[in-house]
């Protein structure tokens, strides 16, 4: 008796392609969804370009139409039959093609109203802005139309928003380096209660915290006397952690300590952890920030700098009176250590420890679930800790030492999570630096573009430093350094997990 | 008095015995009726098979004409539905409960009459664990008992060649420290104790009680030997309920290694544990000692529940160079062959928890109670009430008191003030609390009587 054959081997297996589309069909349906929840932001740059009279209006209409039928026409397309719930491995997937294609949407304004544009240096720029890294390839700010200098700055706001997301319900949600502990971990009380039960509903109050936070940061700049087109531009800048300015000269261009100021205390703000702020809402209490063994963290490292910097520039005279130094320190040093990236002058021109150890801090002085980059600071902790165990371990042989992280034991599946990591971050600084000194970019321009880029900080040194743009990059560098922010902004194993086969296999 | 055992391990059959030889009528109540069988062939008392919490069982083994439930079995949870019923069904006028969680010291209304109707909680590991912090505050004392919440001290420490005090009588004391008010109260001689008189002459070896402040114990134990330098480094053997909290209890100022042999109870004590050192593996293993600085260790503490495990790694800890060694040892036969010895100081945890089981048994007002000596010898403090008409105590001086053999005045309480009996012409007042040294357990009634009010007081 011969049992009947199954109807797959009967069919013989679907050819690669197709089973390659089934698989991704749902992922490009959601993708599309996304397109049409980001083609309203075209409205906001198109609504001030109206009111000012800029004439840029028709590029914003343009890409606000274009993403909304391109948008739509795949959200019908893949509609239907090939719909299936999403699995977590798909999040790999969605998460990169999201931050690589609203981008690309995002370039239409820019194209469009600025002559001589190509594409690949819109792309870098937009990318920048969704990354929260705020690098530029544009100069001449001050003679754009305020409304791209609105555009650029939303992309920055919005990539924040993104970031928060991403930070605090989908990469530990993946898994991704270890960031599965950030969301049990984050702050100490957050332990025994999780902000909220579903996704949906964390996302909703971690962007009302955001939304609520940069309205006064837009009242503040306001009030220490900005024009309000700047006041916002600066603000959506500031909380993404991006940097974007509309002025060539940063944050230069004002010389007013009371506006660096209010930039510096909200810098300190989004460098937290965006849950930490929502518990200290909901609760209406500072404790919660007490309790964030991170945010503790970040601040010493913050604080401890700035007042070194100072008296460093001091005792190298560089400036003659230590209120000065500190200003200029607190300033430049928090913008570059929490991967913002504005500058209030040009601090290439300090000795060279100064911006290497601001772009050192940048790695790691920023809180998980803030809109910074780099590695974060509970990685940093992870790490170190580690190291020290490994010490005691050689001591006594026989001990039995768990990492901790404030009272939690962290799990040693995470600690090698962490340490692939690291692994990984640093050989793509390593790999990415090799190909632009491989097209001639000089060593230090080379190193610090790669990190700013991969911390998406902003600014690097050499050719490419807070005075200058990367416009100096060729269009394979400038490529270069956009794959690097995106690898950077999607914690490395996001994207370079889709690049292994076993990813596409069923 | 009818008392009720809910528990036949350690400390329910501790209790047993100590309440038997007082002459109370004690029935326990235990589920194994092997471990029942024993303490019955040892002991004049009564014996049930069963859940200590099953209501009918508690009234079969007599709970409702009982006057004192002590619910003393492994569980928790078990205790505190004991009392429960103990309070509801039966009406037992005072209950009390072993619980191991210190949750329930967070909250007290989970004991309230209308919740779990404790009447006390202990918790003897606990009170092993702060009576070996004691020990390592100071090193040089085999015993450190507490009373008017610490204001006075009641120390035994053994005399040591080189002590300024030794082969002086006792009367020169008080010359050596004219500004510091302490009292003898007994001296023990190869176990045994001698008749105390100020011709009496101290000799290297004996282990000598005496009553100071708190403050002056260090001076007055540098008369009887010389002083050791504080402890700094601490190896703890065991990380049971005992070993965690002890490690805990002392992690933030000592240097302190906690050696365990489970692996998993290893990761949990080290996630428990913030600067202290977890080590997995045996403490009876001389290379793993041996690897850990044993020498350099100021104190060896073995605290696991197994006693020859305990006395052989302290031994071991002792003879590979450790300061100073203490083994917790539940068995009597050992603790008495032990102390004094190569290990320097034998816990029995069941006498160390007896005395504050023994507070709530005592006849009349009884502040507190400390067993020494493993359980030969007691402390009492006591409240004296009435005046001279109706107490034989109140309103007499210490010497006209017609105190049982043995048995000593070496404090007195008054108005949160402590006074060390130096001299035996203090008048007692009432409301006094008296600082008792017995020698005798067998005299405690004795002692108990004299202290009663007579009727005509009421």
Known sequence: MSRPIPPSVRAGPP???????????????????????????????????????????????????????????????????????????????LVTLVWSVAPAFATIPLILSIPGLTFTDAYFETISGMTTTGATVLSGLDRLDPSINIWRSLLVWIGGMGI???????????????????????????????????????????????????????????LAGMTWIDAIVHSFSTMGLGGFSSHDDSLGYFKSPAIEAVIVFFMLVASLNFATHFLAVRRRSLRAYLADAEARRVMIWMVGSVLGIAAFLVARDVYPDFATALRHAAFNVVSIASTTGFASLDYAQWPIFAPIWMIFLSCFVTSSGSTGGGIKMIRAVLLFKQALREMTRIIHPRAVVPVKFGDQVIENNVIFAVLAFMLMWGGTIIAMSMLLMATGVDVITAVTAIIACVNNMGPGLGAVGPSTTFAVLTDFQTWVCTITMLLGRLELFTMLVLFTPAFWRK | ????????????????ESLVSEKNDVTVVDTDAERLKNL????DLRTVAGNAAQPELLAEAGAADTDMLFAVTASDETNLVACKVGKTTFNIPTRIARLRSAWFQDHPELLADDCFAVSHAICPEQIVTEYIGKLIEFPEALQVAEFAGGRIDLVAVR??????????????????????????????????????VPDTVVQAGDEVFFVAASQHIREVMAEMRQMDRPVRRVIIAGGGNIGLRLARAIEAKLNVKVIETAKRRCEFLAGQLRSALVLNGDASNEDLLSDENVDETDLFVSVTNDDENNIMSALLAKRMGARRVIALVNRRAYGDLMQGGQIDIAISPAHTTLGSLLEYVRRGDVAAVHSLRRGRAEAIELV?????????????AIRELDLPPGATIVGIIRKGEAIVAQRDDHVIETDDHLVVFLTQRRMIPKIEKLFEVSVGFF
């Not at chain 2, 008095?1 to 047993?16: C, E, P, R, T």
Request: proline share 6%; hydrophobic share 50%.
């Open chain 1, 15 to 93: 050819p690669r392609v197709i089973e390659l589309a089934l698989r991704v069909f749902p992922v490009v349906h959601v993708l599309a969804a996304a397109m049409l929840l980001f083609s309203p932001a075209f409205l906001v740059p198109l609504a001030f370009s109206l009111a000012l009279r800029d004439g840029s209006h028709a590029a914003y209409g343009t890409g606000f139409l274009v993403t909304l039928v391109v948008g739509l026409f795949f959200f019908l397309a893949t509609r239907g039959r090939h719909r299936r719930e999403l699995q977590p491995r798909d999040g790999f997937l």
């Open chain 2, 40 to 43: 019955q062939n040892q002991f």
């Open chain 2, 1 to 16: 008095m009818k008392i009720l055992i809910l528990g036949a391990g350690q400390v329910g059959a501790s209790v047993a």
């Open chain 2, 384 to 396: 004296a009430h009435g005046d001279r008409k109706s107490s034989r105590v109140v309103g007499r």
């Open chain 1, 164 to 222: 928060i997301v991403l930070a605090v319900a989908i990469l530990p949600l993946l898994g991704v380096g270890g960031s599965q502990l950030f969301k049990a971990e984050s702050p100490g009380c957050m332990k025994d209660n999780k902000l909220t039960p579903r996704i949906g509903d964390t996302a909703k109050g971690l962007w009302g915290v955001y939304f609520a936070i940069t309205a006064l940061c837009v009242l503040s700049l306001k």
């Open chain 2, 159 to 196: 005399a040591v060649e080189g002590g300024p005090m030794v082969l002086h009588p006792v009367r020169d004391l008080v010359d050596l420290l004219p500004r510091i008010d302490v009292k003898i109260a007994a001296i023990y001689r190869n176990d045994r104790p001698i008749d105390l």
